[in-house]
C-alpha cells in the first residue's frame, strides 16, 4: 500500500500531466475545435460554429456542338420529287390543285426552274396527271438528264360552265400563276413557261396559250377537239402574234379517236396560217391507255429549250 504522501504526489502528478496535455492541444487547435473527454481518449470534434469544410463542384462543361449537315458542298441523292395539293381564295372562289416539285428541290435553293402547266380533262379532276404517272416519268426522266429538273401544276377545273361564263382561263392566268411564281422559284419567263392538256384540257392549253401568247412559250394539245367556235376564232388569235413570238405548238391524237376529223380540222387551219406546229398521229382512242403511254414523248417536247439547264 502506498502511503498517504504518495498518493498525493501521484494524483498532483496526474493533474500536471492532465493540464500540460491540455494546453498542448490548445496551441495546435483553434477555436473550432472541442475535446471530448473519454475515459481513454481525446476526440475531437466539430462545434456548430465550425466553418464547413470547403466541397469540390465539378466544373460542367458544354456537351460538345455537333453541327448537322449543310447542303452545301454535298450532292443532293433524292430520286424522287413530291407532290403537294394548293388552295387559294381570291374574289370569294376558290383555286385547288396539285404541284410537282422535282427531285432536291428544297436542296438547291438557289435554283429556278422551269414551269409546265397540266390541264386535265372532262369530268376529270387534278389528280388525272398523277394517276397518268407523269411524276414517275419526269423523275426517271430527270435522272438520266434527258431533261431539266421542272415544276409541274396541275389545275383543277370547278365548273364544267360553257364559254364564255367561265372563268377557269382567266383565274388561271391572273390568280394561279402570279401566285405559283411567289411561291415556289419559277424562271419567270416565258421561253420556261409552257402550257398543255388532254382532252378538254387542251382546249384550255391552246386557247389561253394563244390569247396570251406573251406568257407562255410552248402549247400542247392531246387528243384536243376544240371548244365550240375556237377554230372560227383561232385565225384572228394568231394574227396579232408577230412571227418571232409565235409558241411552239404540238398536237396529238390517236387514230382511233372520236375527235380525230376535229383535230385535223385544227391542223389544216394551222399549215393555212403557216404556223409550225409538231403533229402526230398514234394508235389509240380517247382514253387514259393512250396518254399514259405518251407521257414520257410529251415531256420531251415541252422540255426542248431548255438544255441550257441541264447540269
Not at 423523275?139 to 360552265?161: G, K, R
Request: charged share 20%; with cysteine; hydrophobic share 40%.
Amino acid at each position: 500500500m502506498l502511503g498517504k504522501t504518495a498518493r498525493l504526489n501521484i494524483s498532483w502528478l496526474v493533474g500536471l500531466t492532465l493540464l500540460l496535455s491540455l494546453s498542448a492541444c490548445s496551441i495546435v487547435t483553434t477555436a473550432d475545435v472541442t475535446l471530448v473527454i473519454s475515459d481513454s481518449t481525446l476526440v475531437p470534434t466539430m462545434t456548430s460554429e465550425s466553418p464547413s469544410l470547403p466541397t469540390h463542384t465539378p466544373r460542367t462543361t458544354a456537351e460538345p456542338q455537333v453541327s448537322s449537315p449543310t447542303p452545301e458542298g454535298l450532292d443532293c441523292v433524292e430520286i424522287s420529287g413530291s407532290i403537294e395539293a394548293y388552295q387559294i381564295s381570291r374574289g370569294g372562289v376558290e383555286i385547288s390543285g396539285r404541284v410537282y416539285t422535282p427531285p432536291c428541290y428544297e436542296f438547291d435553293t438557289d435554283r429556278g426552274y422551269p414551269t409546265l402547266y397540266l390541264l386535265h380533262g372532262a369530268t376529270e379532276n387534278d389528280q388525272q396527271w398523277v394517276d397518268l404517272g407523269i411524276a414517275d416519268r419526269a423523275d426517271q426522266l430527270i435522272s438520266e438528264s434527258a431533261i431539266p429538273p421542272l415544276i409541274i401544276v396541275m389545275p383543277l377545273e370547278l365548273t364544267w360552265v360553257s364559254l364564255p361564263e367561265n372563268p377557269f382561263g382567266d383565274y388561271l392566268v391572273t390568280e394561279l400563276l402570279p401566285w405559283i411564281e411567289k411561291e415556289y422559284r419559277t424562271l419567270a419567263d416565258r421561253d420556261y413557261r409552257a402550257i398543255g392538256g388532254l382532252s378538254r384540257g387542251g382546249n384550255w392549253s391552246l386557247r389561253i396559250g394563244l390569247l396570251h401568247w406573251g406568257m407562255f412559250g410552248s402549247i400542247g394539245a392531246h387528243s384536243t377537239p376544240l371548244f365550240y367556235g375556237d377554230l372560227d376564232r383561232i385565225p384572228g388569235w394568231i394574227e396579232v402574234i408577230p412571227h418571232s413570238r409565235m409558241p411552239r405548238i404540238y398536237l396529238d391524237i390517236g387514230e382511233g379517236d372520236n375527235n380525230l376529223e376535229a383535230v385535223k380540222n385544227l391542223e389544216k387551219v394551222l399549215n393555212k396560217l403557216e404556223v409550225t406546229h409538231d403533229w402526230n398521229v398514234y394508235p389509240g382512242l380517247h382514253e387514259d391507255l393512250y396518254w399514259k403511254a405518251h407521257l414520257g414523248e410529251y415531256l420531251l417536247w415541252y422540255s426542248l429549250g431548255w438544255d441550257n439547264l441541264l447540269k
